[in-house]
């Protein structure tokens, strides 16, 4: 398994729960949608990073954690519960990516800290986009925070972790238009 991939949005649908004595996770149906499928072409793998809850509505996020292996299409199990909040996670939306897996090891990636950090899959397009403003950045798994100042100005600050060409994207939300800014 890959330390990290090019895609920052493998395919998902449904819900998922999650038992933290065990480390497993259980797969199911949202309303009007299919249910999860892993382990099928397209959809989360074994090595993945898997995203629990939706990171651009404040107090819906859980946390990321690496997936290292897949019981059926409705349970896998993933290696720490380190990078999540510790919150109960059930019938919760999740998204899934091959950034860093380091990431999911250190809190500040992973979980919200009174500051917006995140890891992005930046495409040559997405570069293209933030050039020029304070979003500017390589091609690459970018890691980027940002807050607001004493001064009520916007800071930007941002760490190329994976440099490569030819990242797949989809992400939500879309870099540069990031507006989780504190």
Known sequence: MA?????DNVGTAGSV?????????TGGALSG?????FGETGKVQAGDVISFGVKTKPGTYFGDAVVVSIASTTS????????????AIANT????????KFTTWDPAYSKRQ???????AVSATESVEASGTQYETGVGWVGVQTYVDSGGNLR??????CAMSGITTGNTPHYPKITLAN
Do not use: C, H, M, R
């Open 114 to 120: 009174g500051l917006d950090f995140d890891t992005y």
């Open 3 to 7: 330390l990290w991939g090019n895609n």
């Open 156 to 161: 930007v600050k941002k760490e190329i972790l």
């Open 76 to 87: 896998l199990s993933i290696a720490s519960t380190a990078g999540l909040s510790g919150a």
């Open 93 to 100: 939306s999740f998204t899934v990516s091959q950034k860093p």
């Open 17 to 25: 729960s999650v038992n933290y004595a065990t480390k497993t996770v």
């Open 33 to 37: 949608q299919t249910g999860t499928l």
